[in-house]
């Protein structure tokens, strides 16, 4: 069993910057894959970003690249997503989750969920 808990979300400005944590419990592997979703009101939940916690590699989403950044701190188990020049469009609930298969960006691969952030962007 794995928890998630997410944490940073909050009203930011547009143009501004917002820092996502995910910290992660329970049965944690090393081949494990961090990802990033998230679901704007009346949307489906897309994927984001994820994160290897061996090696580090990163995939992102076409729609966020340049702006968005994950990383991984492995001793703390916990999971960063960095979100520069924020733009309304990024008003959403934030969901970090555990997968077993690389760097998927099928949300369907994600077996554990955190409860999510709420993330709102002021213009």
């Known amino acids: 069993q794995v928890q998630l808990v997410e944490s940073g979300g909050g009203v930011v400005q547009a143009g501004g910057s917002l820092k996502l944590s995910c910290a992660a419990s329970?049965?944690?592997?090393?081949?494990?894959?961090m990802g990033w979703f998230r679901q704007a009101p009346g949307k489906e939940r897309e994927f984001v970003a994820a994160?290897?916690?061996?090696?580090?590699?990163?995939y992102y989403a076409d729609s966020v690249k340049g702006r968005f950044t994950v990383s991984r701190d492995n001793a703390k188990f916990t999971v960063y997503l960095q979100i520069d020049s924020v733009k309304p469009e990024d008003t959403a609930v934030y969901y970090c989750?555990?997968?077993?298969?690389?760097?998927?960006?099928?949300?369907?691969?994600?077996?554990?969920w955190g409860q999510g952030t709420q993330v709102t962007v002021s213009s």
């Open positions: 989750a555990v997968s077993a298969k690389f760097l998927s960006p099928n949300l369907l691969d994600y077996a554990y």
């Open positions: 329970g049965r944690i592997f090393n081949s494990y894959v």
């Open positions: 994160i290897s916690w061996i090696g580090g590699s990163t």
